[in-house]
């Protein structure tokens, strides 16, 4: 399996601009996780999906964010208009429910830059 | 609310040295417990966990924790040290349901 895939790895905009990050899951995970990691805060859980369906999104800092999961393979996450305070690491993770006990699995993560 | 803490944000060691990482946390209940490792520049890797049984567990690369339910502590230890130890490495809790509280890391930097 090719492991949780996120895009693009860096992202450079200017603040005002739309900025989407996409992801795909390990095929056969039903839970998809975005977090948001920086110096000040460290990681912070953002949203996460459970068979497509958001479950808690109290971790999205504003309506400027949004996330959607049309189907089980794809996942995007949205900040419109972005800022310069949204510069950050933005993580995609999947699990199996049926071992829930067993961790995530993360990709390698967007580097937003918003200047 | 569940909490993480890690009284260590950046600890720096000479290779061949003993390591102790600790993490505390806030729910009294029945919980899972993981580490995580960050290498520089790359995504986190589950590194241990602890679920039930043997409260001390062994993980990847020499690492192993002990969970001590008294004092709500998971512990990370590695008797020696590599340079390519060097990373930042996060503690997080698992009350049973899907979300993961992480703790803010510790940054390890290992000097050859």
């Known amino acids: 399996d090719a492991g949780v895939i996120q895009s693009p790895r860096h992202e450079v905009t200017e603040m005002g601009q739309e900025v989407t990050l996409r992801c795909k899951p390990i095929?056969?995970?039903?839970?998809l996780f975005w977090y948001r990691q920086t110096m000040m805060r460290g990681l912070e859980l953002l949203i996460y999906f459970n068979n497509n369906v958001p479950i808690d999104d109290s971790g999205m800092p504003e309506d400027r964010f949004s996330a959607k999961m049309p189907n089980a393979s794809f996942s995007t996450l949205k900040i419109q208009p972005s800022e310069p305070r949204d510069s950050a690491v933005y993580f995609c993770a999947s699990s199996l429910h049926s071992s829930t006990n067993y961790g995530y699995t993360f990709g390698s993560g967007t580097r937003l830059t918003v200047v | 609310a569940q909490s993480v803490s890690q009284h260590n944000h950046h600890v720096i060691l000479s290779e061949a040295a003993s390591l102790e990482l600790g993490c505390n946390y806030s729910y009294g209940g029945t919980v899972n417990l993981f580490w995580y490792v960050q290498y520089p520049g790359q995504h986190l890797q589950l590194l241990l966990k602890?679920?039930?049984?043997?409260?001390l567990v062994k993980g990847i690369k020499g690492f192993e924790a002990e969970f001590i339910k008294s004092k709500f502590s998971f512990n990370l230890r590695k008797p020696s040290v590599q340079w390519s130890d060097t990373a930042e490495y996060f503690c997080?809790?698992?009350?049973?349901?899907?979300?993961?509280?992480f703790g803010t890391g510790t940054k390890l930097q290992v000097i050859p």
């Open positions: 095929s056969g995970h039903d839970y």
């Open positions: 997080a809790v698992n009350e049973g349901y899907q979300k993961v509280t």
């Open positions: 602890y679920f039930s049984g043997d409260p």
